[in-house]
């Protein structure tokens, strides 16, 4: 089976600017979550969809949003870029989402914003 | 408020040696803690995890211990290699609203020297 594929790898983009970065779920795997990760905060949890609808939501602003397709395929959106905004975005799946479910990471894309 | 503590940031280990990472959480709601191993320029892959049921779980040179009592688990690798060498992240999930959130530690690189 394929694993978890990031698009693109490495975005660079300028303050105010907006990014869409995309997802591709392992196939059949339904749950797909996105974290941030950055040396100081290290990794935080963005949002997690499943079945088209968003599950579960972490403390971030409104500028961070994102969307699930039928396929399962998710698009995360950052509007209005900020410096603080540079970081690793790191996707991953899961089956079905619930209790002891293995989550399995993407290789991330590494936004700079300058 | 960071609900995983995992210490130390960093460690250097001798071939052969054991190496422990430390982790501590406060929500007792939390029900099932894996740990992930990164390497550069890759996402996060799971290790190893355990349920708060089980005081021990061991696979292969890595050992997970749990003390639910005092909210701290450990991962203890057993005969270190060079290709130990990797960021170690503890996390938690919170499963019994059915989502996949979850909680890291802030992580600790591992060095182990030849």
């Known amino acids: 089976k394929a694993g978890v594929t990031q698009t693109p790898r490495y975005l660079i983009k300028t303050r105010g600017q907006q990014v869409t970065l995309s997802c591709s779920p392992i196939?059949?795997?339904?749950?797909v979550s996105w974290y941030q990760q950055t040396p100081g905060q290290g990794l935080q949890f963005l949002f997690e969809y499943f079945s088209e609808t968003q599950r579960n939501k972490g403390n971030f602003p409104g500028r961070f949003s994102g969307r699930q397709f039928s396929n399962s395929r998710s698009e995360m959106n950052v509007s209005t870029l900020e410096l603080g905004d540079s970081a690793l975005y790191l996707c991953?799946?899961?089956?079905?989402?619930?209790?002891?479910?293995?989550?399995?990471f993407g290789p991330g894309t590494r936004l700079t914003v300058l | 408020q960071q609900q995983v503590k995992q210490s130390p940031q960093s460690l250097i280990v001798q071939k052969g040696g054991i190496s422990i990472i430390n982790c501590a959480y406060e929500?007792?709601?939390?029900?099932?803690f894996p740990w992930y191993q990164q390497f550069p320029g890759k996402g996060p892959a799971l290790l190893i995890a355990?349920?708060?049921?089980?005081s021990e779980k061991k696979e292969g040179r890595f050992t997970i211990s749990f003390n639910k009592s005092a909210k701290q688990f450990s991962l203890h690798i057993m005969d270190s290699q060079p290709g130990d060498s990797a960021t170690y992240f503890c996390?938690?999930?919170?499963?019994?609203?059915?989502?996949?959130?979850?909680?890291f530690g802030k992580g600790t690189k591992l060095t182990v020297n030849p």
């Open positions: 355990i349920r708060p049921d089980v």
């Open positions: 996390a938690a999930i919170d499963s019994q609203g059915g989502s996949e959130k979850l909680v």
């Open positions: 991953a799946s899961s089956p079905w989402g619930g209790y002891g479910n293995e989550q399995f």
């Open positions: 929500n007792t709601a939390f029900d099932y």
């Open positions: 196939s059949g795997h339904r749950s």
